[in-house]
């Protein structure tokens, strides 16, 4: 397909699809599509227990007691701070957690539109009046959690395309040295809730944090509760420099207050043709007055994110050639999570079912790409080998000549490396038609002429499929096709799938 139209107007993008489009006349309005699932990056990992009782051992070696005018009872105690990680919780103190994870979720999660304004809304020049209204989003706006990531809380990072989340369960275990010994005084429990999105329109990408201490418990006569603050601060490794940071605020840390924190990061580097790799961080400690702080715990970072200004295309991504296009041309920055697979969403009974159809049968044949497991396609950005993918599973006229109103589409697509011309091993050609097959609704989706000697039949996954649908749809589909690479920073030799629904 050739395309034409925005190269914006994906009709899917990873993790969140837009509506489906309207239906045709006399086409009933199909259910929305469900979203591709996040991905786990790894489990939760366990940092060392600081609240080991050699180690309260070591803390107390080094602290010294508490003068005469430390408060609530402090006087002459030494008193030291531990953290733990996702330890075993009470009854108690799992009610209370969730009870917070209920009130955080409670909250609307936030939209793609609303996370682009947020991006670039640090960046007063990246915004357009119609873009972000003094309603909208403003810098250092924490920005709600998508319901997924409550999903799989206390599992280790999960993401998207554009997303990535991880929520860890913190305790904070507050002990006395007696005589050499630790002595439980206390303990406090905190949802540590980090969130990093970007966008494929904007080559910036913001991490946040959100501490809630949602548990506290105390297990002697000490009273230290009201003097408890946080202190945090960002960090990132790889190709980033920072935008703006602003620490974590309020700092008190109390029940139920939330404590939160925005960075913003840009890569290093953004020259055309640029691509750089980053992963953003949040640490934080807490402290309590005459206690020693405690150790800084440091998140650990999510998969690197990927900005580029690389992103190019020519326009020729599917089916028929179409001539007069510019060649590749550079079409703005953008980041994505590049170990996430996207998936193309096509539907089979909207404004163009007809690639739809083809696409299945195609798929179902053996042929790559299909979604959820399938061996994935790779995007191909050279425009001559484009143009010979085109040209070996649609010949151009005379040799295929095209019935009224209809143009050659191909599986897989012309823009991948699973191509006709450009797939290893190479395979055969293979159609389903004649018979001219059609979708209930009656629209023709493979028309072929059985002269142009191509087999139907054929199976595997070596090869392509060959059919003959209207022209109206192929250049719509060609256009989302190229919307999709772009608002997923689908790069050359990416890869990604087709969920055909």
Not at 34 to 39: D, F, G, N
Not at 161 to 171: A, G, K, L, N
Not at 194 to 223: V, W
Not at 413 to 420: I, P, W
Request: net charge neutral; hydrophobic share 35%; charged share 20%.
């Amino acid at each position: 397909m050739a395309l034409f139209g925005s190269p914006g107007a994906a009709l899917a993008t990873t993790g969140a699809p837009p509506a489906n489009p309207a239906a045709a006349p006399g086409v009933p309005p199909v259910t929305p599509a469900a979203k591709t699932p996040p991905q786990l990056f790894r489990g939760q990992e366990i940092t060392a227990d600081t609240c080991s009782p050699a180690s309260l051992k070591a803390k107390g070696k080094k602290a010294k007691p508490l003068p005469a005018s430390a408060p609530g009872g402090l006087a002459g105690k030494t008193v030291v701070t531990c953290t733990r990680i996702n330890a075993p919780g009470t009854t108690a103190s799992l009610a209370a957690r969730d009870a917070a994870i209920r009130t955080a979720r409670s909250v609307p999660e936030s939209t793609d539109a609303q996370r682009l304004a947020a991006l670039k809304s640090v960046r007063p020049s990246a915004v357009t009046p119609k873009e972000v209204t003094p309603k909208d989003v403003t810098p250092k706006d924490y920005v709600q959690l998508p319901s997924w990531c409550y999903d799989h809380a206390f599992n280790g990072w999960w993401y998207t395309r554009s997303d990535e989340c991880q929520i860890r369960d913190v305790t904070v275990g507050y002990f006395e040295i007696v005589n050499g010994e630790p002595i439980d005084v206390g303990t406090a429990k905190h949802l540590e809730t980090s969130f990093a999105y970007m966008s494929g329109d904007i080559d910036d990408l913001a991490n946040q944090i959100r501490i809630t201490k949602y548990f506290a418990e105390r297990a002697g006569t000490l009273d230290f509760w009201g003097l408890q603050q946080i202190h945090g601060w960002a960090t990132c490794s790889g190709d980033c420099k920072p935008i703006s940071d602003s620490g974590l605020k309020p700092g008190n840390y109390k029940r139920d207050q939330n404590n939160d924190g925005e960075s913003y990061w840009e890569p290093t580097h953004d020259e055309f043709g640029a691509i750089t790799h980053l992963a953003p961080t949040w640490n934080y400690f807490v402290t309590a007055a005459g206690f020693e702080p405690s150790e800084t715990v440091t998140v650990p970072p999510p998969p690197q994110a990927r900005c580029d200004n690389a992103f190019s295309t020519d326009g020729n991504d599917m089916g028929d050639y179409t001539p007069g296009l510019s060649p590749n041309a550079l079409l703005g920055a953008g980041c994505a999570v590049p170990v996430y697979t996207p998936t193309w969403i096509i539907y089979k009974n909207g404004l163009y079912p007809t690639v739809g159809w083809h696409v299945e049968a195609a798929q179902n044949s053996g042929l790559p790409g299909k979604y959820p497991s399938g061996d994935p396609l790779h995007r191909l950005t050279d425009s001559a080998k484009k143009r010979a993918n085109g040209d070996r599973a649609c010949p151009a006229a005379p040799t295929w000549v095209r019935p009224a109103n209809k143009q050659c589409d191909e599986y897989p697509m012309r823009s991948t490396y699973e191509g006709a011309a450009s797939a290893t091993p190479q395979g055969t050609a293979r159609s389903f038609a004649p018979p001219t097959q059609k979708t209930p609704t009656g629209d023709e989706w493979c028309e072929m002429d059985a002269a142009w000697g191509v087999p139907t039949g054929v199976t595997g996954p070596q090869g392509w499929s060959s059919c003959m649908l209207p022209a109206t749809d192929n250049s719509h589909q060609g256009a989302f096709l190229g919307g999709f690479y772009k608002t997923n920073r689908v790069l050359d030799n990416d890869p990604f799938r087709v969920w055909v629904q």
